[in-house]
């Protein structure tokens, strides 16, 4: 049962044969999003070169250039911070690219990432383009 607020919300619940209480499984969220622990919270590819550009995407409000190789996703739903797992590949333009990612679990609204290569010392490069997803566990 969804809580006081949650209008126009869609929940899906099992229950297991000892007719046990129902377990909340997946929410349909009045803005489509559908919210449970295997669905991605955000995702998007953006283009590294020049000024970094959301390619295509969901959740994501914006794109920030950090430093050369270094991006940060904007959500524009909160992630659950601690429970937030960030995923990214890369064009295959290079085979040495080392791929970061970072989720700051005191603050829900974004996720960093960046890549290096190991040709140049491993300092940070500005790849052809990068995707990522996140997937979390939010309300």
Same mark, same amino acid.
């Given at each position: @049962? ?16 000892s007719?046990? #209480? ?9 803005? +489509? ?6 669905? #991605?919270?955000?995702? +998007? ?7 970094? +550009? ?9 794109i ?17 911070? #601690?429970?937030t ?17 970072? %989720? ?7 996720? #960093?990432?960046?890549?290096?290569? %190991? ?9 052809? @383009?990068?995707?990522? %997803? ?6």
């Amino acid at each position: @049962k969804r809580s006081e607020g949650d209008e126009g919300e869609l929940s899906f619940q099992t229950r297991d044969a000892s007719d046990s #209480a129902p377990v909340e499984r997946l929410i349909i969220k009045k803005d +489509g999003r559908g919210v449970s622990q295997f669905t #991605a919270h955000a995702w +998007g590819k953006i283009s590294c070169q020049g000024t970094p +550009g959301l390619l295509t995407g969901h959740n994501v409000s914006s794109i920030t250039d950090q430093a050369t190789g270094r991006y940060r996703c904007n959500y524009t739903t909160n992630s659950g911070g #601690a429970n937030t797992v960030v995923i990214s590949g890369q064009n295959n333009n290079y085979y040495d690219e080392i791929y970061h990612l970072d %989720v700051d679990e005191s603050n829900s609204s974004k996720a #960093a990432f960046g890549c290096t290569r %190991v040709s140049t010392g491993a300092s940070w490069f500005d790849t052809y @383009k990068m995707s990522f %997803v996140t997937f979390a566990l939010t309300s």
